[in-house]
C-alpha cells in the first residue's frame, strides 16, 4: 500500500518521491487514500470546517491575459463588468455569509493592482466587516508594502494571492505577468505578517509533475490557507471548450495535497459543484477542512443550506 502510514507522526508531511508515486498510481486504491488522508487532517485540523464566503467587489475589465478568468479584457465573455461597489453592498453581503456561519470574509476585485482611491475605501470597508465579527479577507492583486501596510493597520486579517500552477507551467496560462510577480507580493504579504492564503486552480492542462511542484512551493512558502480550485471553463476565454476534471482525480488532488501539508488548512473552493457533482461530500474524507460556501466570482455555489447539512451530515461542525 503506497500511501499507509505516509504522514501519522510528522506535521512534515510525504516527501516529493512518495508524492510523485501516490498520483501516478492509477491503480491506487481510494478508498485506502481517503483513510489517510482523512486521519491526517483529523489529527492535524480536527473536525472543525473554516468557513469563508467572498464577493466580487468590482467585475471585469481586467488588462491580465489569464487564460482560465472569465474578467480578462482579453476574451469575449458575458462576465459584468462595473466598479468597486458601494459599502452598503458590501456589509449586506457580509451580514448574510455571518448569518451562513461563515468566518472568514473576502473582498475580491478584479485587475493587476487596485487605486489609491479603492484602497481608501476597501479599508474602510474592511474596518467595518471586522466590526460585524468576520475576519477580513481580500484579494486585489499584486499590491506594494504600504499598501499592504495600509489594509492591516485597517484590520484585514488575510491576504489571498494564488500561485496558480506551477512554476513551470505558469507561461501557459499567463503573459501579462510573471510568476515571480506573484512571489513578491507573497513575500511582501509574509514580511508584515498577515495570514497568507495561496493555492491555485487545477484542470487547466498541467501534469500531475504540476501539482506536486505547485504544493511544494506553497509548502516552502508556508501558507495558511491553501484554496484548491477546479477550472469551471467559460466560453469566450481560451480555455473555454477544455472539459472539467473527473470528480475521481479532483478528489485525489484534494488527499494529495492534505499529505504533502498536513497541518495546513486546505479549503475547497471555485469549481466545486461543477467538478465534484454527487461526490462533494467526500472532499472531508479527502482530507479538506475549509470551504468556500456560496457564489463564486462569475459562477454560481451551491446553496448555503445545502453546505451546511452536507457538513452536519458528515458528522463535522462548523
Keep these: 500500500m503506497i500511501f499507509s502510514g505516509t504522514a501519522s507522526n510528522t506535521s512534515n508531511g510525504i516527501d516529493r518521491k512518495r508524492a510523485m508515486a501516490i498520483a501516478m498510481d492509477s491503480?491506487?486504491?481510494?478508498?485506502?487514500?481517503?483513510?489517510?488522508?482523512n486521519r491526517i487532517r483529523e489529527q492535524f485540523?480536527?473536525?472543525?470546517?473554516?468557513?469563508?464566503?467572498?464577493?466580487?467587489a468590482k467585475s471585469g475589465a481586467c488588462p491580465e491575459d489569464c487564460s482560465f478568468c472569465a474578467q480578462s479584457a482579453h476574451s469575449r465573455t458575458e462576465a459584468q463588468v462595473y466598479p468597486l461597489l458601494q459599502k452598503e453592498k458590501?456589509?449586506?453581503?457580509?451580514?448574510?455569509?455571518?448569518?451562513?456561519?461563515?468566518r472568514r470574509f473576502c473582498i475580491v476585485t478584479s485587475g493587476r493592482t487596485v487605486s489609491a482611491r479603492d484602497i481608501d475605501r476597501i479599508c474602510e470597508y474592511t474596518s467595518e466587516i471586522r466590526r460585524i465579527g468576520l475576519l477580513p479577507c481580500a484579494t486585489l492583486g499584486m499590491l506594494d508594502y504600504v499598501q499592504l501596510s495600509t489594509l492591516k493597520d485597517a484590520g484585514l486579517n488575510r491576504y489571498h494571492?494564488?500561485?496558480?500552477?506551477?512554476?513551470?507551467?505558469f507561461t501557459e496560462i499567463c503573459t501579462s505577468?510573471?510568476?515571480?510577480?506573484?512571489?513578491?507580493?507573497?513575500?511582501?504579504?509574509?514580511?508584515?505578517?498577515?495570514?497568507?492564503?495561496?493555492?491555485?486552480?487545477?484542470?487547466?492542462?498541467?501534469?500531475?509533475?504540476?501539482?506536486?511542484?505547485?504544493?511544494?512551493?506553497?509548502?516552502?512558502?508556508?501558507?495558511?490557507?491553501v484554496p484548491i480550485n477546479f477550472f469551471s471553463p467559460v466560453q469566450g476565454t481560451p480555455l473555454g471548450d477544455k472539459d472539467v476534471l473527473d470528480p475521481r482525480e479532483a478528489l485525489k488532488i484534494i488527499a494529495l495535497y492534505r499529505l504533502i501539508l498536513p497541518d495546513k488548512e486546505i479549503r475547497v473552493c471555485g469549481g466545486r459543484p461543477q467538478t465534484l457533482r454527487d461526490l462533494n461530500d467526500h472532499?472531508?474524507?479527502?482530507?479538506?477542512?475549509?470551504?468556500?460556501?456560496g457564489n463564486y466570482l462569475t459562477t454560481t455555489g451551491r446553496s448555503p443550506d445545502e453546505d451546511l447539512n452536507m457538513i452536519r451530515d458528515m458528522g463535522l461542525q462548523v
Design 177 to 225: 505577468h510573471t510568476y515571480r510577480d506573484k512571489l513578491d507580493t507573497i513575500s511582501r504579504v509574509k514580511s508584515l505578517g498577515l495570514s497568507l492564503c495561496s493555492g491555485g486552480i487545477f484542470g487547466l492542462g498541467e501534469t500531475w509533475t504540476d501539482r506536486i511542484d505547485m504544493a511544494f512551493a506553497l509548502k516552502e512558502i508556508d501558507v495558511d490557507s
Design 90 to 102: 458590501i456589509l449586506e453581503s457580509a451580514l448574510e455569509a455571518k448569518n451562513n456561519g461563515v
Design 27 to 37: 491503480d491506487a486504491d481510494m478508498k485506502d487514500l481517503f483513510a489517510e488522508s
Design 161 to 169: 494571492h494564488n500561485l496558480e500552477t506551477s512554476e513551470a507551467y
Design 283 to 293: 472532499i472531508f474524507m479527502a482530507g479538506a477542512d475549509g470551504l468556500l460556501i
Design 45 to 56: 485540523r480536527g473536525r472543525k470546517v473554516d468557513l469563508c464566503s467572498i464577493i466580487n
